[in-house]
């Protein structure tokens, strides 16, 4: 039996900043290299050296394209990474996307604070030179190590990924998706499992279903509807905006809320929402039964999407009622932070998060009840409702957690749970414990452990 190293280097005692290490059988493969997020982009920790020498690594496998899983992979060719890397072809496509808008992001700070950007556009353009696609299900070997893609249900293109040496599988979940989706298919069910590093974001609670969750949608749009007032929604550009459009056509065709002006105002998410239109062979039954019918899933009455910065600042000119969906889905960034300016001090208006807010943003602070917020060094205060669904998350919540490694009991001697709050974290080992009698682990960042493997 070989002994393999597991090393924790982002997402570990935390949500965000997704980097994992497996080193052995003579390969060194990382998993993910995210950003850290909460703060701006370039803080401290996302311009920390690697914890590891990058030009020791093969190969890099990512999971899926959001930012904490993706963001520091320019950075990682700056210090030293030659390898390939490996994804599902949604995932190079809009991680590409998300890498390109970053650059402008981070270049726009650097200049503001008078310093050096964490990586530039040639950073980018290399990434992208060294990355190749592999369908799921497909193996790639990298030394002794049999890898392939599993679908993780999380947004287009997501993977776990599975790895096979020694007639033993080790699983790297990535985020596993709130299934079932609207769009695409669920989380794959996984078997022999002996080894699974494993994200817990809610680990500590549970979603409302999707009946649930778009009934309070339909509640919250006939609310702003009454009261003559403006929804901000601050949405991810990625699975949660079309997501969030699939929902709002099915209301406004289907009779259930008026029709008013409903705004995507993030060129991110415009771009992100073609390339979904160019993947329908990654949605589910259902939603390719729709489209098949005749319906464009993209598009209903008083739907617009906003590219140009004048076209954002337009919207202001609209009368409301009116819907705004914009970026950042934290609100730490983005256009969602102009209208949030402008709305949050008016009660009539509403701003309904529908992710993950992550520690030290201001779309936590929103959620936690601050009555006042900084936008563009002004004090707004915020008199608008705020308002939490929790069934638009992309994550499994603690019972489909729980599901998802209770047909694994038989099989899996450990599991390490990452990419969760410590407290939800430990709360959500202790869980497993108890429940399944599961030897749990949860490691710090940084931390090396060894398996036999």
């Known amino acids: 039996m070989s002994k393999m190293k597991l090393g924790f280097y982002g997402a570990a005692g935390e949500v965000t900043g997704s980097n994992h290490m497996l080193e052995g059988a003579g390969a060194k493969i990382l998993i993910d290299c995210g950003f850290f997020q909460g703060t701006k982009v370039c803080d401290d920790k996302n311009n ?11 190969a890099l496998f990512v999971t899926h394209a959001h930012l904490d899983h993706v963001g520091r992979i320019p950075k990682l060719f700056n210090e030293g990474f030659k390898g390939k890397i490996y994804s ?20 726009r700070e650097a200049k503001a604070d008078n310093h050096e950007p964490l990586y530039r556009k040639d950073a980018v353009e290399r990434a992208m030179a060294h990355w190749e696609t592999l369908p799921y299900e497909q193996d790639v070997v990298i030394g002794e190590l049999h890898i392939r893609f599993r679908d993780a249900g999380h947004i287009l ?13 080790l699983v790297y979940s990535g985020d596993l998706g709130n299934s079932p989706s609207p769009l695409i298919e669920d989380t794959a069910i996984l078997s022999n499992i002996d080894y699974l590093v494993m994200e817990a974001v809610y680990g500590d609670r549970v979603h409302e279903d999707r009946e649930e969750r778009t009934k309070r949608l339909e509640e919250v749009i006939e609310d702003t509807v009454k009261n003559g007032g403006v929804l901000m ?25 008026p029709e008013i002006p409903v705004f995507v105002d993030s060129p991110l998410a415009i771009k992100v929402t073609q390339v979904f239109r160019e993947s329908k062979e ?10 098949k019918g005749g319906d464009d899933i993209f598009k209903f009455p008083k739907l617009r999407f906003t590219q140009g910065a004048e076209d954002s ?35 009539k208006n509403t701003l309904l998060l529908i992710g993950y807010q992550a520690v030290g943003t201001m779309g936590r602070a929103l959620q936690e009840g601050v009555k006042t917020v900084r936008i563009f060094d002004e004090d707004i205060p915020v008199r608008a409702k705020v308002i939490t669904i929790g069934g638009y998350s992309a994550h499994k919540d603690m019972n489909a957690l729980i599901e998802f490694v209770t047909v694994l009991q038989d099989s899996v001697k450990k599991v390490f749970v990452v990419h969760a709050e410590p407290g939800v974290a430990l709360f ?19 931390e090396v452990v060894e398996i036999d493997f």
């Open 428 to 446: 959500f080992a202790q869980r497993l414990r108890d429940y399944l009698a599961i030897d749990t682990h949860v490691p710090k960042e940084g």
């Open 48 to 58: 920390n050296p690697f914890a590891y020498d990058p030009s020791t690594v093969d």
């Open 233 to 257: 929604i601050p949405a991810f550009s990625i699975e949660r905006t079309q997501d969030l459009l699939f929902e709002l056509n099915g209301l406004i065709e289907g009779n259930r809320v």
């Open 88 to 107: 599902t072809p949604p995932t190079r496509e809009i991680a590409q996307l998300m890498l390109e808008d970053t650059v402008r992001i981070i270049d």
């Open 313 to 347: 600042i337009a919207i202001k000119d609209v009368p409301a009622p009116k819907i705004v969906i914009a970026g950042s889905g934290m609100s730490n960034g983005g256009r969602i932070m102009h209208h949030e300016r402008l709305y949050l001090s008016d009660p």
């Open 282 to 291: 990654y949605f589910n039954k259902e939603t390719s039964d729709i489209i």
């Open 157 to 169: 293109g997501s993977a776990m990924l599975e790895i096979e040496h020694n007639g033993k599988k």
